[in-house]
């Protein structure tokens, strides 16, 4: 089993940057591809970023490609979201999620809570 928490959300202005983290426990994350999903009112979770257990892949959706960064630390288990140039769409919940390495939500087995982001134009 694991356990994910993510935090660093919050509100900012279109242009600003907001790091995520998501921390896991109850078992190493470095067995683990990690991604990031986010969900805006009334629509579908949605893919954003994916990283390989190793590090030395990752993968975009192309609307947060040359913004956003994924990088992880499995020294402390701990997953990142570096979001640059943020605009009022990325508003949503953000979720990190630990499984296979893929775009698809039914990739990933375990699941955090969700931090809220909100980009104010």
């Known amino acids: 089993q694991v356990q994910l928490v993510e935090s660093g959300g919050g509100l900012v202005q279109a242009g600003g940057s907001l790091r995520l983290s998501c921390a896991a426990s109850g078992r190493a994350l470095s067995t683990y591809a990690m991604g990031w999903f986010r969900q805006a009112p009334g629509k579908e979770r949605e893919f954003v970023a994916t990283?390989?257990?190793?590090?030395?892949?990752?993968y975009y959706a192309d609307s947060v490609k040359g913004r956003f960064g994924i990088s992880r630390d499995n020294a402390k288990n701990t997953v990142y979201l570096q979001m640059n140039n943020l605009k009022p769409e990325d508003t949503a919940v953000y979720y990190c999620?630990?499984?296979?390495?893929?775009?698809?939500?039914?990739?990933?087995?375990?699941w955090g809570q969700g931090t809220q982001v909100t980009v104010s134009s």
């Open positions: 990283i390989s257990w190793s590090g030395r892949s990752t």
């Open positions: 999620a630990a499984g296979s390495l893929g775009t698809k939500s039914s990739e990933y087995g375990y």
